[in-house]
């Protein structure tokens, strides 16, 4: 009993230090980036023509390293993760609907945060500069496609997998919220993330597969991009200094439509889901290297109980 807490305790002591080397990394990549454009403002051409290649770094690299870190620290790797069942169209479909409908349920979330701590300015031109500012296929790819890969790895593929690993869905789905919500170190980002998470994560532990969540969080960024793109070019507002275009949250009738029209596709959504789940295979949270680690074990202590003759879904012996 206490071995199994001390296990759980030293996953989720691991998950916060990856966290913690996120921000490290991504405080390191924003000094380097800021060198380099003083010097592009100096006007020193190197720097002028490496900015763009150095914003694409900063950008990737951070996230990249810790889940390099991740898949190390728990000796996890990329085939376990992406390993799965075929995921039925039903599924697809319901997750497509969850998805796209919730944008509009948690603007809701982020009214109530943004009645109680006002938008910052810094936030609203970051924000702008990331959704706006750039070339729709550049946000996409940043916003909508390599957000949704890399988060998704490591919140869900490396610290919700493992967590699961050693505890329950439940603790497993909290922790990685909220870490995944810690992340965006902002109220107005932070608060729906985590819900957003639980959704995700809750999605994740009941298929087992990653491309679930990673859909999920693309469709739920493409939805953003693209409400506020088209907003901010029907009115002409798509300008480094502009940020009115950027959700401030709903306010008055627009909660009722939202819930009135938004809420019955979510809950139709969910349940194309959790119908679609309830013929999947039970889940496998232990990687291949864990589960050969567990017969050796087991083999040494009593070899005749040991049956290594089945096999899982993906090829891993089952432990009976």
Known sequence: MEFGKSRKLRVLFLSVGLVFAL?????LASFILKLVANYAESGSEIAVQGLPFVKFLVNLGPLSLVI??????????L??????????????????????SWIFLSSLIASIVIHFFPVSDTF???????????????SLF????????????????????????EGTARWAIFWSSFLFSFMHLN???????????????????????????????????ATVLALVRLGAVSTGMVSPETTEALPAGATGWSYFIMLLVMGPLFLWGLDMVNRATATMPEPRWKSQAQYIQEILSQESEDPEQTDTSQSGEYGFPIIP
């Not at 921000?23 to 405080?27: K, M, Y």
């Not at 390099?68 to 790797?77: D, P, Q, R, S």
């Not at 609203?124 to 550049?138: D, G, K, R």
Request: aromatic fraction near 16%.
């Open 79 to 100: 085939r376990d993760i992406f390993s799965g069942p075929r995921l039925p169209g039903k599924l697809v479909l319901g997750l497509i609907l969850v998805f796209s």
């Open 124 to 138: 609203q031109t970051v924000m702008a500069e990331i959704i706006l500012n750039q070339p729709w296929y550049v």
């Open 187 to 221: 109220p107005w980002q932070g608060v729906p993330s985590f819900f957003t998470g639980v959704l995700l994560g809750w999605m994740y532990m009941k298929t087992g597969s990653i491309w679930v969540p990673m859909l999920g969080h693309f469709v739920n960024n």
């Open 23 to 27: 921000l490290l990394f991504q405080t």
């Open 68 to 77: 390099y870190l991740g898949l190390v620290w728990f000796g996890i790797g």
């Open 142 to 165: 940043y916003v909508g496609f390599f957000a949704s890969v890399s988060e998704e790895l490591l919140c869900r593929g490396i610290m919700a997998r493992e967590m699961r690993n």
